[in-house]
Structure formats: C-alpha cells, structure tokens
C-alpha cells in the first residue's frame, strides 16, 4: 500500500501546483463559506438558543448544514432528541469523507484526532482537487483553518445582531438559514440521482410536514436516498438484460448468415 501511494504522488507529481495557488484557492473557499456563519448565528439566536448555546454549536459541531437542520427543527418546534437525530444522519457523511482523507493526506497518527474536527464539505472539495499530497495538506489546513475561525467568530456576530433586533422573523431572517443550506448544497448535485434523490426528499419533507410532529419529515426525507438508489439499479439491471438479449440475437442472426 505505501508503495502504490508512493508510486501515485509520483504520477501526480508532474503536474506540480504553487503553493501560493493552493493557499489563494483554500482561502477563497474558507472566507467565503465562512461568513455564512452570521446566517447561522442569527437564525440559532431566533430559535430560542442563548448565546453560550449557539457559539458551542459551532466550536464542537463545525458542520454547517448539521447545525441549520438543528437549530430549523428546534425553531419549528421539534423535540429535542428527534432535531439531535436528523442533525447526526446529516453530519454521518462527514465520516466517509474521513476515510478517503486519512489515505490522501496520510498526516501523523498524534494530529488526526484534531484534524478530524475539520473534515467537512469545503475542506475535503479543496483536498481532493489538489494534484499531490503536498498541496492537498496545504489546501486541507488553510481552507479548514480560515473557515472554522470565521465560522466561529461571525456565528458569534450573528447570534449578538439577532439579540440586539429582537424577533428575526419579523425581519425575515428566519430564511437565511435555509437559504445558505441551499446554496451550499445546490452545486453539489451533479448527477442525475442525486438531482433525484434532492427533488424526492424535498417532496417527502413538504409532503409529510402538515401530518407528522415537527423534525421527524426531515428524518423521513433521507428515505429518498434507497428509494433513488434501488430504482436505479433495477434500471440499470434491466438495461443489462436488454444488452444482452441484443448481443444474443445479433449472435443469432449471424450464425444463421452464415449457414
């Protein structure tokens, strides 16, 4: 295994990227995501959480759209535990990122429980579209540095505006939390199943929402995901079986030339 990941960073290695080019990415990706920490901040405030609440959320969750599906649940209403559920099978995509991460980055036993805390969305996007293990480090720990500081510190700014305007809602700030979610989601969706699965969760999630308590359409939403990907492979079995009756009556209409 080492020497085939020797052997690939050596492949990778012509086409060598500047670090400065690396850095100059990391940063575009963690300022920019990062100042949509305000959106959060405002919308925990409105839902009820305090102060030391919200800037917790940030510092030990550090995942975005774990942290507005929380905070939207508990605004909506929702118990407790079943808010915590949806933001857990949410932030459970995290964990796969990790282990395609522990291979590229191969970093030091002693620094992979901290580095763990910064492996979300941007930061493995930045890591992934480097060409070597060096710039894959270097894009990894400034894109995760950048955003976990500005999430943090303009999580704190949002949620003292919101105490300081009163009801956000009255403001319409209760749709930014949604809206920065979207946003962030939306180009992520390349394919046509996971275009799919998106609109079929969002049908399941509005559907079921005037019939079920408050958090609980958002956890029937991830129903989607198997939905999505049991029709697709009975499509693509049936598009196997249709491939191979063609091959075999081609076969057949050959032979039956030759005779």
């Not at 901040?41 to 507005?68: D, E, K, M």
């Not at 980055?105 to 996007?125: C, H, K, N």
């Not at 598009?239 to 009556?249: C, H, L, P, Q, S």
Request: positive net charge; proline residues 5%; charged residues 15%.
């Amino acid at each position: 295994m080492a020497e085939q990941s020797a052997l690939a960073d050596l492949r990778r290695g012509d086409s060598e990227k500047p670090d400065a080019a690396v850095v100059r990415d990391a940063l575009g990706v963690g300022v920019a995501v990062g100042l949509s920490g305000f959106a959060f901040g405002v919308t925990s405030a409105g839902s009820g959480l305090t102060l030391p609440q919200t800037c917790a959320l940030s510092l030990l969750v550090f995942t975005g759209a774990s942290q507005f599906a929380l905070v939207g649940a508990l605004a909506t209403g929702g118990n407790p535990l079943t808010a915590a559920a949806g933001a857990f099978f949410l932030g459970v995509r995290n964990a796969f990122y990790g282990l395609r991460l522990s291979q590229l980055l191969a970093l030091p036993r002693a620094v992979r429980p901290f580095a763990a805390q910064w492996v979300i969305d941007e930061t493995t996007a930045v890591a992934l579209a480097q060409p070597t293990r060096r710039s894959a480090r270097i894009g990894f720990t400034v894109t995760g540095l950048t955003l976990y500081v500005l999430w943090n510190l303009t999580t704190l700014l949002g949620a003292l505006g919101a105490q300081a305007i009163g009801d956000t809602r009255a403001w319409g700030l209760d749709a930014a939390g949604p809206a920065v979610f979207l946003a962030l989601l939306a180009p992520m969706l390349r394919t046509t199943a996971e275009r799919a699965v998106a609109g079929a969760a969002v049908v399941l999630g509005l559907g079921l929402l005037p019939v079920l308590p408050a958090g609980v359409p958002v956890l029937a939403a991830a129903l989607a995901a198997p939905a999505v990907l049991f029709l697709e492979g009975r499509r693509a079995a049936a598009n196997a079986r249709g491939a191979r009756t063609e091959t075999v009556r081609k076969a057949d209409e050959t032979r039956g030339g030759d005779r």
